[in-house]
């Protein structure tokens, strides 16, 4: 089967960074940064983004590019014989079928948002209709499962032109329209009259409000907002040339993911300090609170319809970017055509997302972790929490021992072409000090994790020795 390409350099910086571009920039990151305490948490989460988002960058893109295969194959062209890196692999692809499962239904929410500012249905309510209504949406089977449809069969439509003619030109145009929604919402933003008073809250850091939970929810926010350990970004680094070093296009790839995060909270921090909405309002800061925001605003339709729009072309650009890795796997364990893949491919996820969307209506009954938690929860917790931060050492330590590719086989394909080059001095960092950081995020995210009621394994380790 011939190696596709992509047609552009552009392309393949857009295509990664709206892989890494999504749900965790623009919905996440900005609730983080309210509960967290604005600009202290801001500041901390880009140090470890360069830190540790970076270097974990370009090892995948670095695999992908010198294998020229999927995450499912990339391991057998590069790893010695007998060896069974390439067993990561195929957890690689199972983790991108799980992600999948439960974000084209997050996607989906989004898009049912669109709908419902854009048609006026948001427009005359009260705050605690505006609540209600996101409730409602759970609780109909039929929207949840409708627009998580909808989102499947318009991202494999696209796949099915191909790479250049539909992954790479439709997320193109999406990720310049999403850019140039930013910047309008956000100067929208600036003329509110809170707008100081946010931007204060957001930008300055107080030094006083961090503790550890500071810390360690800015180095889970830095490291998962990527999505790296699941190959999303070694596939399109399998579509390249070696013309420019993968150092630089990482290098850039961040700029543009760091910069949406950081518009997003630009664009609702002066709107929560406006209107009188806490900023520390949690995962409902987009739905629920933004919706109240925008109904209580001046051409608030226009704008909330703008904003979600936005927030749509971020959703997808990953949905594209991980439905292709997904199909890239498949197709090269098949040896199918892209059109057949598409379809296979495409009811298989839309069958499997159905959990998720009934999981929070007629499966309400089946709460995996604490009340109220549901398939979602058990989805995200076993990828981000599981197979990214494991994922992630996989791919390191391939890359940095001498049992797997090695350093100097690594730091040759990120150094090839023109740009940014990766000191040799790094090698003890990669080596020693970032794996040391992987586990530490890993257990945090574990021992940390409320399993059931007012039931972590740190409570239950500190019970032991009261």
Not at 167 to 193: C, D, G, H, Q
Not at 280 to 301: D, H, Q, Y
């Amino acid at each position: 089967m011939e190696r596709e390409r992509l047609g552009s350099r552009l392309g393949f910086i857009l295509l990664s960074a709206g892989c890494a571009i999504g749900v965790g920039n623009v919905w996440k990151f900005p609730w983080m940064a309210g509960q967290y305490g604005g600009g202290a948490f801001v500041l901390i989460y880009l140090i470890f983004l360069v830190l540790l988002g970076l270097p974990v960058m370009t090892v995948e893109f670095s695999l992908g590019r010198a294998s020229q295969s999927s995450p499912v194959k990339l391991y057998q062209k590069l790893e010695k014989p007998s060896q069974k890196w390439h067993l990561h692999g195929y957890a690689a692809l199972i983790a991108n079928f799980l992600l999948m499962m439960f974000y084209t239904s997050v996607t989906g929410w989004i898009l049912h948002y669109f709908v419902q500012f854009i048609s006026g249905n948001m427009t005359g309510i009260t705050n605690a209709q505006s609540g209600e209504k996101f409730g409602a949406m759970l609780q109909n089977p039929t929207i949840m499962v409708g627009f998580m449809a909808i989102v499947v069969v318009l991202g494999f439509t696209i796949l099915s032109f191909g790479l250049q003619k539909g992954v790479e030109r439709v997320t193109k145009y999406m990720m310049l329209v999403l850019l140039a929604l930013m910047v309008i919402l956000a100067i929208n933003s600036f003329t509110l009259e809170g707008a100081k008073e946010g931007l204060t809250f957001y930008l300055k850091p107080d030094l006083s409000v961090i503790n550890g939970n500071v810390i360690v929810g800015a180095m889970n926010q830095a490291f998962f907002t990527l999505s790296l350990g699941i190959g999303s970004m070694a596939i399109f680094g399998s579509y390249i040339g070696k013309e420019r070093s993968l150092l630089g296009e990482s290098v850039n790839i961040l700029v543009l993911d760091t910069f949406v995060a950081v518009v997003a909270g630009l664009i609702i921090f002066p709107a929560c300090f406006t209107f009188d909405v806490q900023p520390n309002a949690g995962p409902s800061l987009l739905f629920v609170t933004m919706a109240k925001v925008f109904n209580n605003m001046s051409l608030g339709r226009l704008w909330g319809s703008l904003f979600f729009l936005f927030m749509f072309f971020a959703a997808m650009s990953t949905v594209i970017a991980v439905f292709e890795n997904i199909l890239a796997c498949v197709r090269e364990l098949t040896g199918w055509t892209r059109v057949k893949a598409c379809v296979i491919v495409g009811v298989a996820i839309l069958i499997l997302s159905v959990p998720c969307a009934l999981g929070f209506n007629l499966w309400s009954s089946f709460e995996p972790f604490a009340s109220g938690s549901s398939v979602l929860d058990l989805e995200d917790f076993l990828v981000s929490n599981c197979f990214l931060p494991i994922g992630a050492l996989c791919y390191l330590l391939f890359c940095v021992t001498k049992k797997g590719w090695g350093f100097e086989n690594y730091l040759a394909e990120v150094n090839s072409g023109k740009g940014l080059k990766l000191p040799k001095w790094l090698k003890s960092y990669m080596t020693y000090v970032l794996p040391v950081v992987i586990v530490a995020l890993f257990l945090v995210g574990i021992f940390t994790f409320q399993f059931a009621d007012d039931f972590t394994l740190w409570g239950w380790l500190k019970s032991l020795f009261a």
